[in-house]
Structures are given as C-alpha cells and as structure tokens.
C-alpha cells in the first residue's frame, strides 16, 4: 500500500504524543501511523470516542475552550503536539464566518497559548492550508481561507515572542481512504460511480496539488522531530505537481470502469486559487517528500470505498 507504516520500532517508539483532531481524516491515518511507530497517544476530540487499540487514551476536550488543554499537559507532558482540529468548509457563504474563525484561528490561538504557559518545550505541528493567501497583504479568498492565515500568524508570532517550538504544514488537495467529507471530489465522484450514479460536476478546469493522506502523515511525522531549524517556519505539503479536476474525475472513472460524468452541469466556484506546492522546503526541513503517484493513491481510495464506504455511512467514519 501506498505510504504504509513504518513498524513498532519507529522513532517515535516511547515517545508520548498528543493529537487533536484524532478522530478526523488525516487524524485517523496519524495516529494509525505513530501506533505502528511504537508511539504512546493521547488522542483528543470533542466528541466521546471509544477505546482503541491506536491510542493510550482518548480526551473529550473542546480546543475552542480556552485551557482546555491544560490538563492534559500536566498528565501527558507530550512531547509533540500535533494540532489537526477544526473546521474545513472553504465555501464562501457567509455563515461560515464565525464557525471557521473559532475553530481554526481562535482554537489554534488557545493550542499555542496552553503551550507557552504549560508546556514550551512541546513541539506543535499544526495543519494550514493550500487556501491560504499565497503571498502577505493577499486577499483572502474565503472565510476558511482567511481563518487559516490568521492562525498562521498567530503561530510565527507566538514563535518570535514566546519561543514556541512551532512548524506549520501547508498542506495541499489531501485525499484518500476513509474521508468521511463525502462532498469533496475524490470520495462524491468515487461513490456516485460506484452506485451507478453520474457525478454532477463544474467545468473541472481548476488545476489542484492533490496529496495522498498517507504521504501527509507521514509529513506530520517528519515535522513532530525535525530539527530546530525547523521551528517557526511553514511549509508546502504536496505534490509540487498540478492535475485538473476533470483529469482526477476521468481517472477514478477509469479505475471503476463505469458511471457517467456530467462536467458543468455546476458553477464553478468563484476566486479558486490554482497554486502548487513547493516541495523543497519540506525535503530540506523535514527530510519529507511525497511518494504516492496519483493513479496508485486513487486506485487505493477506489478500492477502500468499494470495499467499506459505498453503503456504509459507519464505514466512513472509521
């Protein structure tokens, strides 16, 4: 399998981590990886979980509450904080505003916050976002967009004035088995084929940086014990390659052998960054690369989906 694990005698072997966001898409596929690492997990959502054998506890806490890591630091005392919790909808309506706002921008100031008061020598990796403005004094091009930028921010600056141990993954289109956000591309034109549906698309010019979930925790891997040269700076976590939308679309349709798909049939999103990553940061920092071809990480997701999640909406929570 494409960007499988690395096996109980990691380096992470003994050493204690926490995660928000654990129960997410590439929370899941993180905390499968620092289990197979040999990685002692905290794992934290705001919903009750239960027990598992890829964590050595799971907290119900509210990272929009601020404190609401507190406790944790003083029982846990991770050594890397690996902060994957918010909101994701990078639509432009305008009841995304305040949601998107607490859960990435405020919910990352709380995270930095507890950690400078409690804990400074923790290190913090935390999820950004292709979406955020390519350059300083851009616009951003929606409320999600705007969020993560601010908490980008945030993050330099707890950096320069606390000394907080931060590195920031900027992290591209990320796909895969098991995402439960059914409207993204990859698992609606997966599912709508695999039921025998057509998939109702815009015109699929956009050309997107897709990344592989595996390849992105194996990124979040790399960063939690990169070097100190590595503190307070953010990096691209992609491809460094482009591929349209439409060129994803036929891809999976290859791959499923059926299904019909109806291009612009659906507006196409309004001020959509074309952007791709640059992957060398990440290679010089964190020693990281993705290695998933497209076609193989598709095929992958197909089969996963085809397997666990053309049914089942338990499955797509697992």
Do not use: C
Not at 229 to 246: H, M, N, P, Y
Request: aromatic content about 6%; proline content about 6%; overall charge negative.
């Amino acid at each position: 399998m494409p960007g499988s694990g690395s096996g109980a005698e990691g380096p992470y072997r003994g050493r204690t981590v926490a995660i928000t966001g654990a129960s997410g898409f590439v929370g899941t596929a993180l905390r499968r990886r620092l289990a197979a690492s040999g990685a002692v997990v905290h794992a934290i959502s705001r919903h009750e979980q239960p027990p598992d054998e890829l964590a050595e506890r799971w907290w119900k806490l509210d990272v929009r509450v601020p404190g609401a890591l507190d406790e944790l630091l003083r029982a846990a005392e991770p050594e890397v904080l690996f902060h994957l919790a918010g909101e994701t909808s990078a639509g432009r309506e305008l009841d995304l505003v305040q949601p998107t706002f607490t859960a990435n921008a405020v919910a990352t100031v709380n995270v930095l916050t507890s950690l400078a008061a409690r804990s400074p020598s923790t290190r913090l990796v935390t999820a950004g976002s292709l979406e955020e403005p390519p350059e300083p004094g851009a616009t951003a091009t929606s409320p999600y967009a705007l969020s993560k930028a601010t908490a980008a921010a945030y993050g330099l600056l707890f950096h320069e004035l606390y000394g907080t141990r931060v590195v920031q993954l900027r992290i591209f289109m990320a796909y895969g088995p098991g995402q439960a956000a059914v409207g993204k591309l990859v698992p609606y034109v997966t599912l709508a084929l695999l039921r025998g549906e057509p998939a109702v698309l815009t015109s699929g010019v956009r050309r997107v940086d897709w990344i592989y979930v595996e390849d992105v925790a194996a990124a979040f891997l790399a960063a939690g014990l990169a070097g100190e040269e590595a503190d307070g700076k953010s990096v691209d976590v992609g491809s460094g390659t482009l591929v349209s939308v439409r060129e994803v679309a036929e891809e999976i349709a290859r791959i499923v052998s059926s299904g019909e798909l109806r291009l612009g049939e659906r507006p196409d999103r309004s001020r959509e960054l074309e952007r791709v990553a640059d992957p060398e940061p990440a290679a010089s920092l964190l020693g990281w690369r993705a290695t998933t071809k497209l076609s193989d990480g598709l095929r992958e997701t197909v089969d996963w989906y085809r397997d666990y999640g053309s049914t089942s909406s338990t499955a797509l929570r697992a």
